[in-house]
T-cell receptor, first 113, second 114 residues
């Protein structure tokens, strides 16, 4: 299965600022996903990062707040914009297909103060 | 929207005990996945199930895809200390050649009995 490198692994940010999280995969993948995991909670899909077109966002998530880039088949970024304490979560990148299974990065633990 | 009910929410294990957890849904899925998440890490895929009634093992772990397609269970036999962590089920419905999104349960936290 694919190996995912996610950076940064953690950060503490001031409210009102933005943080960009990077996801690098060791092989070309069609499907890349970004999830949020709030403290003590399960995983919620933010969006599917599409190569060459705009990301597909899930209900409750908007591009202005979580802009996503997918410049090629091995890399994607998620930006958390204009952060507030409610954005404190773990953000996870995932790749895969139904046939191959879905692999997750180790996550970015974000604390907004 | 689709929701998964995962139980139990938490449980304590003693080394050597068997452990069982399950997920149920009001909707059908055609893929069930079981993940384990350790602190500070992302979820790691344990078992993937693709057919109703399928029973699959991975070492001491066994999972089944319910015949109604609305439930799945995960069993861990002869638990060891490194089994501690949070276990998530996830369901996926694929339709018309498109991959549906993964829907995650709320997790089962496994801890060691004091």
């Amino acid at each position: 299965s694919a190996v995912i490198s996610q950076k940064p692994s953690r950060d503490i940010c001031q409210r009102g600022t933005s943080l960009t999280i990077q996801c690098q995969v060791d092989s070309q993948v069609t499907m890349m996903f970004w999830y949020r995991q709030q403290p003590g909670q399960s995983l919620t899909l933010i969006a599917t990062a599409n190569q060459g077109s705009e990301a597909t966002y899930e209900s409750g998530f908007v591009i202005d707040k979580f802009p996503i880039s997918r410049p090629n088949l091995t890399f994607s970024t998620l930006t958390v914009s204009n952060m507030s304490p409610e954005d404190s979560s773990i953000y996870l990148c995932s790749v895969g297909t139904r046939r191959d299974g879905y692999t997750f990065g180790s996550g970015t633990r974000l604390t907004v103060v | 929207g689709q929701q998964l009910n995962q139980s139990p929410q938490s449980m304590f294990i003693q080394e050597g005990e068997d452990v069982s957890m399950n997920c149920t849904s009001s909707s059908i899925f055609n893929t069930w996945l079981w993940y384990k998440q350790d602190p500070g890490e992302g979820p790691v895929l344990l078992i993937a199930l693709y057919k109703a009634g399928e029973l699959t093992s991975n070492g001491r772990l066994t999972a089944q895809f319910g015949i109604t397609r609305k439930d799945s269970f995960l069993n861990i036999s002869a638990s060891i200390p490194s089994d501690v962590g949070i276990y998530f089920c996830a369901g996926q419905l694929n339709y018309g050649g498109s991959q549906g999104n993964l829907i995650f349960g709320k997790g089962t936290k496994l801890s060691v009995k004091p």
